[in-house]
């Protein structure tokens, strides 16, 4: 059944209408959130409210018990999405977990071009601290741009003397906005969703003339050294893989705990495709058991801290 569905989910994709004229960046908004949106799941009760400044959606499953918190950063290049686009997959991550979750409505490019969603980041991990939440019982995640956003603030926690959360979940991490990797190419055929000429678009709206190796842009270029435990999901045929292979082996390197998972013919993100496809269920189970697993460890195993002002 499995092969079925991926087929099925791959001519899905492919079946995006694409224009000769580039769209605006509105209109890209729109057409996001018509094809991806996914509501909250059953059981998770959603609100609307403010971290960091931000606006942000609340969303607390039936399952949630103890103090453990998730901060969701959303994908879509910096230029899309939202947390009512990903209120499913954030929504499903966190009843899976038990936890109780944010998910941030960040700035977005062209408007605001970097570091405006890293300062964004920064600014609601920062409220989460000053405001009770022991880093220890605090966990992120996010995907695509926001995979790469969530290791750009763990690195901007770290450079202001904040003590880092209790783990990560990165699910298809855009890390690198030079496109070095081999696979923006050699995959390009291979992905339904994505072509090279996409993603140097969203990097020219995000970065513009700045510079894309930058560590909070590039987290593939940064130190790593004494980020959390992280997780690090991508699929096969996606031309981003080698942002989350390099990425991945770069916080080894650096003696972080890291978990790689690559799954076989399958695309960008598909966790999102949970409920649809075998692979994407495993994968969130994955990642919740992750991440339950590690809260209450303390960041580098320090003992529980006071809020942080």
């Known amino acids: 059944m499995s092969r079925q569905q991926r087929d099925a989910l791959d001519a899905l994709l492919r079946s995006a209408p694409r224009t000769e004229t ?92 970097f570091p405006a969603a890293v300062d964004d980041g920064l600014a609601a991990y920062r409220e989460l601290l000053s405001t009770g939440t022991d880093p220890r019982d605090l966990v992120l995640a996010g995907d695509s741009a926001g995979g790469g956003l969530s290791v750009a603030t763990l690195l901007a926690a770290r450079e202001a003397g904040l003590p880092q959360p209790a783990a990560a979940v990165l699910f298809s991490p855009w890390a690198d906005l030079t496109l070095a990797g081999g696979s923006i190419r050699s995959k390009e055929g291979a992905d339904p969703i994505f072509t090279e000429a996409d993603v140097r ?65 399958l695309p960008h993100v598909y966790p999102l495709h949970y409920g649809r496809l075998d692979e994407a269920d495993a994968a969130l189970d994955r990642a919740a058991r992750f991440l339950t697993a590690r809260l209450g460890a303390g960041p580098l195993g320090t003992d529980r801290l006071a809020p942080v002002r």
């Open 22 to 113: 580039p769209p605006t960046p509105e209109e890209q908004r729109d057409a996001f959130a018509s094809a991806l949106t996914r509501p909250a799941p059953e059981g998770v009760v959603t609100r609307r409210t403010v971290l960091g400044g931000r606006p942000a959606l609340e969303l607390e499953p039936d399952t949630a018990s103890g103090p453990g918190r998730l901060l969701y950063l959303h994908g879509g290049g910096y230029l899309v999405g939202s947390p009512d686009t990903h209120a499913g997959l954030a929504g499903e991550l966190a009843r899976r977990a038990g936890l109780r979750a944010l998910s941030l409505d960040y700035r977005l490019a062209p408007e605001h071009p």
């Open 201 to 265: 678009a969203y990097a020219d709206l995000y970065v513009g003339a700045g510079d894309r190796a930058a560590p909070l842009a590039s987290p593939v270029f940064a130190d790593l050294a004494g980020l959390p435990p992280l997780l690090v999901q991508a699929g096969a045929n996606e031309i981003l893989l080698d942002d989350a292979v390099r990425l991945a082996g770069r916080a080894g390197a650096a003696d972080v705990e890291v978990t790689l998972e690559v799954g076989p013919g």
